[in-house]
């Protein structure tokens, strides 16, 4: 999970899960989902890399 204070987004890398199969949550990516900015959280697997809104918090899901 991430939280992000912040009112920037913020980019966090991490090297080690690079290649790794995460996605948003569904209850953050669901439509009814009550914090909007959450939606627009993003996970590159090349990079290992995950972008998350200001003031949000999030969690990521290794997919199945």
Do not use: C, E, M, W
């Not at 995460?22 to 996970?43: E, G, M, N």
């Amino acid at each position: 999970y991430f939280v992000n204070v912040d009112k920037a987004a913020h980019a966090v890398t991490i090297p080690q899960l690079a290649g790794k199969s995460f996605q948003l949550h569904p209850v953050h990516a669901a439509f009814s989902a009550a914090d909007k900015r959450a939606a627009q959280a993003t996970y590159d697997a090349a990079s290992g890399t995950f972008d998350i809104p200001a003031r949000t918090a999030v969690v990521f899901v290794v997919k199945h």
